[in-house]
């Protein structure tokens, strides 16, 4: 009975704001490399009012964390402008925990266009890594491949961890991804840490 009373003290302490990680995931239900239409307005919904994984990013970024569903699709990142901070283009800055999980490895992949990465030191229009995580942000992967990465004159080309920063995989495998630097499939900055759980790094 104390037990009791302390768990449900505490469910009502925490009331409605819970992390969001609690919260029903954003669904990507778009095949489509799009933008998120309002950030900050607790939905996921691009100017077509569909949640395409980008503008997930984009709208967990702002709510300060999450999770985000992808279905069993092969989602091609394709909104690459050169350089660009943020989500709004090219890779992914994770600057909030944000958890990403898929319907399988053989069956739910991350990817740029094409596996063409010329590493000469120049960042050409097209050529980015999947995902940028900021300081002492979380960022979990699961039941995801993530292929086609090109940082090209810099770290990761799948991930690039910031200092502090902490990445978990999970049931993932990390391919075809290039780097004009260091860690071809992963960069981790001093301080960062990165847990992988079944989880195949192979042939970056």
Do not use: W
Request: glycine residues 12%.
């Amino acid at each position: 009975m104390p037990l009791l009373t302390s768990v449900l003290a505490l469910t009502l302490f925490l009331g409605t704001d819970s992390v969001l990680a609690d919260d029903p995931p954003f669904t990507v239900n778009t095949f489509a490399d799009t933008v998120d239409a309002n950030t900050g307005n607790e939905t996921c919904a691009d100017s077509s009012g569909q949640c395409a994984l980008r503008a997930a990013v984009m709208e967990l970024n702002a709510l300060g964390g999450g999770t985000i569903q992808v279905p069993a699709v092969t989602y091609i990142l394709t909104l690459g402008t050169g350089g660009s901070p943020g989500a709004n283009s090219d890779d992914l800055d994770i600057t909030a925990d944000i958890i990403i999980q898929g319907a399988g490895s053989a069956s739910s992949t991350i990817k740029r266009p094409d596996s063409s990465c010329n590493l000469n030191g120049t960042h050409y229009q097209g050529e980015f890594r999947l995902f940028h995580v900021y300081e002492d942000m979380s960022f979990t992967v699961r039941n995801l491949t993530l292929a086609n990465g090109c940082a090209d004159g810099s770290d990761g080309g799948a991930i690039s961890e910031n200092a502090g920063a902490n990445v978990f995989l999970e049931r993932t495998v990390v391919m075809g991804n290039r780097a004009g630097v260091r860690g071809s499939g992963m960069f981790m900055d001093v301080n960062s840490t990165l847990t992988a759980l079944q989880t195949a790094i192979v042939y970056n």
